[in-house]
């Protein structure tokens, strides 16, 4: 991967990204200081100004985008329009931006409101708000805050992003404007269409206001993707078959659990309005209802090749080379899966309230807000084709990950082995055949079907009262109110993965249905995907919806009650209830300085429900509808917790060009919902251990019990005691003991307005979080010690030994303490010959204690990246304008690796780092993206555009920390989205 590291060199100072559209000839909302207008203006320079002015103007340090500058970056969407913003990070999937980090704090830190109230989100089960399902089309501003004063949620560590939808009175006056893009990408190689319209309407003297917007896009596009195992981590292996010439005396070699290309091709389909009806009957009174939905419709065909390592176990290693990275296996597999996922994610959000002034100085304003997301993916499905017992060459190193399945020749050869066990399925009538791309024979060997509902709603009533003071000298105002919020959550997943040759009987006699249960790729159609890494062609789309609709009863035979394992590991319902008040007040210190004061109190309520999940399926009898896991319902989740948040925000303007800003404040972050729900499964086939003494298997494990020994389930029972449940296994948990996590918070600022041509500013911060949450794998630890009740008691179909130390177990837990400190600074310059610069640069550093049982060492907090740097070189005149557009992000850390004390002194006596997996830390790697825009105004009405986005193509690339034996970092996850182009035209009405 290229690095970019003097990019932050180069770039001394950083920037008002923000650059954002508003009127020049209307006048600003004096009535409201903290109201977003959007004002239509010519210009990049122009726009800025007003951004600077509206954030001057507010009482807590922002940043913010109104809506004629969304879309001026060539951005897709809200979340990468906010990247070009200081302090902020952009996390994206399949090449678009989908989550920001704030100030160095990951998504789960930063709440996303639309109104000034909570969306809710029906998406993955983290607290993070997805902004790639809003165009920004449909807002009317965005807004960063980045220290929160008393009178806002502070669930929010790392800052609050509001989105607000066209407003007429923002607006002031009657607007309608018409957006037609196509937007290109250079892997899809299609041309999607998008259409926007939004307006305005004043009516009865401007006291009813009517705000609108409707959106719609279809975006195609293609990924390319390598990845790793996400649970599995990397293991040690030195060769061990009995064939070898001599017993293998080297150091071991750190290799991945597999290999896998993935191509996404991905149509999606985004569709949204928004409805903003205001009321102003009289100067001191203002009502509004405000109503907004989205629709995001993904429809995503996925082709995934694996070279499955971990298959290989004791007696199937080959060859290492440790200097090369190369390794030899037998008994490995080559598998394909053709996915078909339609999911449709919708969220509706609705507030009704107002505002009265009376008695000259109180105001009262009062809102209730209701929104839902629901997610739904019904029938989502997959084929698999695969060979088993094959010989295969793999390669890691430095960011890279090989497979490829070769002849045992080969393995002889370099092993010098005279015969190789477990490789029957090379070669032969029905075996892979060398050097083809179809290869006919794998085998037709796994179904797999998904229902999944997601449901997310939350309602929320909100009361303040201000009292202004306007003959002291002393108190500007006191204000205090309250805010109850109820939220409930469920979430529903039906799965069926079965083996279609094993349940014909689900077949009911269809001839068809029994002929396909035991098919193989060569009775399809395939095809050859684009990906550069895929080695084998894959059965085509019609073919795969053919052979799904064909075999589909044989899944659904297996398991009609939906009790397996797959149907409920993953269901639970949650209700979170909220209740805050506070109290703050505005001094007057000075002419020139002012203070806010005051403190929130904040007080939770949560419950869940959740299932412990085994899967058993070794002993299920084929052909007979008996399925065999186990689940049992885990103790529910409560958990209570309240406290008192306290803030002060100064503010001082020493001269008419100078603002000072300093605040100290306090906020949380609540646990994710997946964090803090009760559920425990072990990943996979349930793996167990022979303890029969004088056993031909004596102490051998496998997921297979039969292979070592058992006859029955009865053999594996908690009564006969004959064989345990290894320690091996991979279990993950979630953590009800979870508390919030907590911050004292330290923001200054100094900002310079030269002139309308030169901007300054510079802002230090610093964070004291305590109880920060990490995800942690590879954890040692009995039931005993673990964060949640196992009710292992309660199963006794398997034997667990007390005490037993597991030495996999992946789960989440509240850190110690970390500390986040670090400067935004921020430059733009205007100059006469129309040349201009914007940008900013974050540097930021932290460390985290996640405590001795889990890490010895301090880490960087996850999610943070060191720099952040925006630079943007323009030119524009009257009627052009053009822009290149850079950002760079260093690297940051997503997980850790378990490596306690204690596993650093089991590696000193074992003379090798396999305990302490710090080796196991995953870092998402530094990235640059250069992207261009240009504009021509052809007359006040009429707007042409042209963007050209990542035209550095790059990719998104994530690894492994490595060592010695991996011959450094190994790649875990890398994607590569290509360049898109978008060309449009803006018109307006009026």
Known sequence: MPKYRLLSVLIAMASAGQLHAQDADQPENTS??????????????????????????????????????????????????????????LQKSEGEGKFVNVRGLGPGFVSVSMNGNELASAGADSRAFALDALPADMLGSIEVIKALTPDMDLNSIGGTVNVNTVSAFDRKGDSVKVKAQGNYQSYKEDFNPKIAINGTHLFADDTIGVGYSVSYEDRSSVVYQVQHHSDSLPRYITPDVESLPAEYEGDPMLIPFRYEARQEDAERTRTSGSLDLGWRPTENSEYYAKA???????????????????????????????????FGLVDTDLQQQFFIQDGTSETTALSIGGENRF??????????????????????????????????????????????????????????????????????????QEGERRQTNLLYDNIFIEDSFREDTIDQISLNLQKDFADSDVLNYIKTGFTVKQRDRYRNKDRWSVIPGDYTNGCDGDAECLQLAGARLGDFATFTPAHPDIQQDFITYDEAERLLDITTPIAKYTDPLRSGQDSVKDDYTLTEDTAAAYVMAEFQLSEKSSLIAGVRWSKTDFTSTGNLSIRNDRFEVANEAAVLDIAVPMQGADSAYDDFFPSLHYRYEPREDVLVRASVWTSFTRPSFNEARAFADFSGRIEVCNDIEGSANYGECSDSPTDIGAQSLEDLSSESKNFYVSPDNVINLGNPTLTAMKSVNLDTSITWYASEDLYLQAA??????????????????????????????????????????????????????????????????????????????????????????????????????????????????????????????????ERIGSCSQADIDADAALGLPQN???????????????????????????????????????????????????????????????????????????
Request: aromatic residues 14%; charged residues 25%; proline residues 3%.
């Open 916 to 990: 302490c997996a710090s080796w196991a830390d995953v870092y998402d790697d530094d990235t640059y993206s250069l992207d261009f825009k240009a504009t021509y105004q052809f007359n006040d009405d009429l707007q042409f555009y042209f963007d050209a986005i990542n035209l550095t193509e790059d990719k998104s690339f994530k690894y492994f920390q490595g060592n010695e034996y991996s011959r450094g970092n190994m790649l875990f996850e890398s994607e590569d989205y290509g360049t898109s182009f978008q060309v449009g035209v803006n018109y307006r009405f009026m």
């Open 359 to 432: 008695a000259n100085d109180w105001t009262l304003d009062y809102d209730y807000a209701h929104s839902i997301g629901e997610w739904t993916k019904p029938d989502g499905r997959r084929v698999q084709f695969r060979t088993r017992d094959l010989p295969m060459l793999g390669v890691a190193g430095p960011g890279y990950i090989q497979g490829q399945v070769v002849s045992p020749d080969v393995l002889e050869a370099l092993s010098g082995s005279g015969s190789l066990p477990q490789s029957g399925g090379y070669g032969g009538l029905n075996g892979f």
């Open 292 to 326: 907004s939905y989205t629709k995001y419709d993904d429809l995503d065909l996925a082709m995934r090749e694996y070279y499955r390592f971990g298959q290989a176990g004791s007696g199937d290693i080959v060859y290492i080379d440790n200097d090369s990275g190369l």
């Open 32 to 89: 409201d200081s903290s109201a977003m207008e959007e004002i239509v203006v010519q210009g990049v320079r122009q726009a800025e100004l007003n951004a600077r002015e509206r954030e001057r103007d507010k009482d807590a340090f922002s940043s913010i985008i109104a809506t004629d500058d969304v879309g001026n970056f060539a951005d897709q969407n809200v979340a990468e329009s906010l990247q070009r913003l200081p302090g902020i990070t």
């Open 764 to 893: 230090l911060f610093y964070k004291d979080i305590s109880d920060f949450i990490v995800d942690v794998s590879g954890v040692s630890s009995s039931f005993e010690d673990m964060p949640v009740q196992i009710p292992v008691d309660q199963i006794s179909e398997f034997y667990f030994r007390p005490g037993q130390v597991y030495n996999d177990v992946n789960l989440t837990t509240n850190g110690e303490q970390a500390q986040v400190y670090g400067v935004e600074l921020s430059y733009s310059q205007y100059f006469e010959s129309g040349l201009f610069v914007q940008s900013n640069m974050t540097l930021i550093d932290s460390t985290a204690d996640v405590g001795d049982t889990i890490r010895a060492d301090e880490i960087q907090l996850p999610n943070q990246a060191d720099t952040t740097v925006n630079l943007t070189v323009g030119w524009e005149n009257d009627d052009l304008s053009l822009r290149v557009i850079n950002n760079y992000r260093s690297k940051v850390l």
